[in-house]
């Protein structure tokens, strides 16, 4: 649990950016595309209480937990999106701007 009482499935997203660009960049070329999804809370702990859930989702800007859901449609909004490379997309509901 972070300082804003949330958890995380990946280590810190900054060294996330950084792999997807500098992979991107090693690999150029027609068809070679390097991206990455920086989620914020998605499915927290069964055993969390109502009230753990509620404090994390006050600390992104849309107040609610990340679904799954939300997660592919960013999956595949980058699928799809054949002109982008080397980007994190974050998906964290303003989480880090909050």
């Known amino acids: 649990m972070n300082d804003r009482g949330a958890t995380h499935a990946v280590p810190d997203q900054q060294g996330w950016c950084g792999d997807a660009h500098q992979s991107a ?3 150029p070329g027609a068809g ?20 753990q859930a509620e404090q994390v989702a006050r600390t992104t800007l849309l107040r609610r937990i990340g679904s799954p859901e939300d997660i592919a449609g960013a999956v595949i909004f980058l699928a799809q999106a054949g002109y ?15």
């Not at 070679?32 to 009230?51: K, M, Y």
């Open 32 to 51: 070679n595309r390097v991206n990455a999804i920086a989620p914020g809370p998605v499915l927290l702990p069964d055993d969390w209480s109502a009230e």
């Open 84 to 98: 982008i490379t080397g980007v994190t997309l974050p998906v964290d509901g303003g989480h880090l701007l909050h």
């Open 25 to 27: 960049g090693k690999r």
